[in-house]
């Protein structure tokens, strides 16, 4: 099991920029894929962005393509969910997942796959 507690969430103009932090404590972060969703009110929760064990395979939604950035540092035990050019649509609450998967280069983007998840931080973006 892993432990995960999201932070740098908050209000933001459109077209700033905030910084997802997911710490995880516990055995193996390294064995973990790891993703970030969000949901926003009244809508499904979508994966946004999720990064393989290693690090070197990587998935972003295509509404995010180009303005968010997904990173992992194994030896400090976080991921990291970089938001450019924000948008009013990216409004919504963040969750960061954790995926035990045996593949070193799987991503996967259903939250049914991901048995480990954060409290979950909020992203305003105004006007």
């Known amino acids: 099991q892993v432990q995960l507690v999201e932070s740098g969430g908050g209000l933001v103009q459109t077209g700033g920029s905030l910084r997802l932090s997911c710490a995880a404590s516990?055995?193996?972060?390294?064995?973990?894929?790891m993703g970030w969703f969000r949901q926003a009110p009244g809508k499904e929760r979508e994966c946004v962005a999720a990064?393989?064990?290693?690090?070197?395979?990587?998935y972003l939604v295509d509404s995010v393509k180009g303005r968010f950035t997904i990173s992992r540092d194994n030896a400090k035990n976080t991921v990291s969910l970089q938001m450019n050019s924000l948008k009013l649509e990216d409004t919504a609450v963040y969750y960061c997942?954790?995926?035990?998967?045996?593949?070193?280069?799987?991503?996967?983007?259903?939250?049914?796959?991901?048995?480990?998840w954060g409290q979950g931080t909020q992203v305003t973006v105004s006007p």
């Open positions: 997942a954790a995926d035990r998967t045996i593949a070193d280069r799987l991503v996967r983007t259903i939250s049914a796959a991901y048995g480990n």
């Open positions: 516990g055995r193996a972060f390294s064995s973990y894929a």
């Open positions: 990064i393989s064990r290693s690090g070197d395979n990587i």
